[in-house]
C-alpha cells in the first residue's frame, strides 16, 4: 500500500526557518509529482509548492514564494519544503501529497484535486 508520511514540524518564532520532509512508501516514487499543501481548521487545504517527478520543475504559491524551497531526493523517496522567514500567517497543519497521473505540476499554487495520495500531515506553529 501506498505511505505518505510527513515530518519535521515544529514551533518556530517568527522570522525564523524550518524543514519538513515527507517520505512516500509503496509507488515508484520518481514517476511521481509531490506536493505540499497547508490548512487551518475550519479552512480549505491551501496549496503551497509542487515539484515534478524528476526535480526538474518547481512551482510556489505567491504567498510563500521567495521564502519556501522544495526539493526532492528520488534515491531517498523523499521530498522536502525548507521553510524561511516564517510568518504567522504560516501557522497550519501541513499536508504532503502524491499526484499520479501526470507526473507534472501547474503553475502557480497545487489544486488538491489533482492529487491522490495524502499523508497524515505535521503541525507548523509561528510564534508572535
Known amino acids: 500500500q501506498v505511505q505518505v508520511m510527513e515530518t519535521g514540524g515544529s514551533l518556530v518564532e517568527t522570522g525564523g526557518s524550518l524543514r519538513l520532509s515527507c517520505t512516500v512508501s509503496?509507488?515508484?516514487?520518481?514517476?511521481?509529482?509531490m506536493a505540499w499543501f497547508r490548512q487551518v481548521p475550519g479552512k480549505e487545504r491551501e496549496g503551497i509548492s509542487c515539484?515534478?517527478?524528476?526535480?526538474?520543475?518547481?512551482s510556489y504559491a505567491d504567498s510563500v514564494l521567495g521564502r519556501f524551497t522544495i526539493s526532492r531526493d528520488n534515491a531517498d523517496n523523499t521530498v522536502n519544503l525548507q521553510m524561511t522567514r516564517l510568518k504567522e500567517v504560516d501557522t497550519a497543519m501541513y499536508y504532503c501529497?502524491?499526484?499520479?497521473?501526470?507526473?507534472?505540476?501547474?503553475?502557480?499554487?497545487?489544486?488538491?484535486?489533482?492529487?491522490?495520495?495524502w499523508g497524515q500531515g505535521t503541525q507548523v506553529t509561528v510564534s508572535s
Open positions: 501529497a502524491v499526484e499520479r497521473t501526470s507526473g507534472y505540476c501547474r503553475e502557480g499554487e497545487p489544486l488538491e484535486t489533482d492529487f491522490d495520495f
Open positions: 509503496g509507488l515508484s516514487f520518481d514517476d511521481y509529482a
Open positions: 515539484i515534478n517527478y524528476s526535480g526538474g520543475d518547481t
